[in-house]
């Protein structure tokens, strides 16, 4: 949200030459993760986002199908091209939002730092993405919750660890309608909401990894996603449809 900060330039300008680290490897994993995902995961959604965002602000409807149409020609992960540490979008009007990806890196970044200090026990949590290792003071695993989308309170199920890493994603965090069947999550390929999911957890080895693979979940759906998850080592999801019915993948570890 800073207009000086690097990626706001990119989007205004379309390019970032001499880009951080940082944004180099946040960026460079994105584009894994959306050729892994074919495409469900794609940060050059802003596009898309801003048309819906915008259109619910002034008209408190969705955008119509021409407008879902332009906006959609300007999201593609191929259209953005990294060459060392300079970035570029070739199509002009395209831009970047991290928001499915940047605050599991910062999770990542914070556990990673702690545990470089020596510290044994471990957790880092940010609004829905959690990094944790070593046992409790007690001696016990850590015990988390996964929030029930539709509840105030309480818990859909309650998961038992000791190291590893878990994002959540869901239609409830930033709904623009009541009925939650639109909200933040945009499919990028077909520029519409995804309707199947309430919720959607992954554990990974890592949280920017987490992160992603739980953003791109909810627009896949309930039985590409759950395939997609439980074909990939070390990966493990929970999914929640409207009906608040779920599934797991083999080895989602409930207490």
């Known amino acids: 949200h800073d207009p000086a900060s690097e990626l706001a330039r990119l989007n205004k300008n379309g390019h970032e030459m001499g880009a951080s680290s940082e944004l180099v490897s946040v ?10 995902t074919d495409g469900a995961f794609d940060v050059t959604i802003l596009p898309l986002f801003e048309l819906y965002r915008s259109s619910f602000a002034e008209t408190q409807s969705p955008p119509v199908a021409q407008d879902i149409t332009s906006a959609g020609q300007l999201v593609g ?5 990294i060459n060392g540490r300079d970035v570029t979008l070739s199509k002009n009007g395209a831009a970047v939002t991290l928001d499915g990806i940047a605050k599991g890196y910062f999770v990542d970044k914070a556990a990673e730092l702690l545990r470089a200090r020596g510290m044994t026990r471990v957790l880092v949590e940010a609004g829905g993405d959690l990094s944790l290792s070593g046992m409790r003071e007690d001696g016990d695993a850590w015990k988390v919750g996964i929030v029930h989308p539709r509840a105030i309170t309480g818990y859909y199920e309650v998961i038992q660890s000791s190291s590893g890493c878990i994002a959540t994603s869901g239609d409830y965090e930033s709904a623009f309608t009541s009925d939650y069947s639109y909200h933040h999550i945009i499919d990028p390929r077909l520029g519409l909401g995804p309707g199947e999911l309430a919720s959607a957890s992954v554990l990974a080895n890592d949280t920017t990894y987490a992160d992603a693979l739980s953003t791109a979940s909810m627009v896949m759906g309930m039985d590409a996603a759950l395939a997609l998850c439980e074909s990939l080592p070390g990966v493990e999801a ?7 019915k779920s599934k797991m993948t083999s080895g989602f570890p409930v207490v």
């Open 27 to 36: 960026l460079e994993q994105a584009k894994q993760y959306s050729e892994l």
């Open 77 to 81: 992960y191929k259209s953005l091209n």
């Open 238 to 244: 929970l999914l929640i449809g409207k009906d608040l």
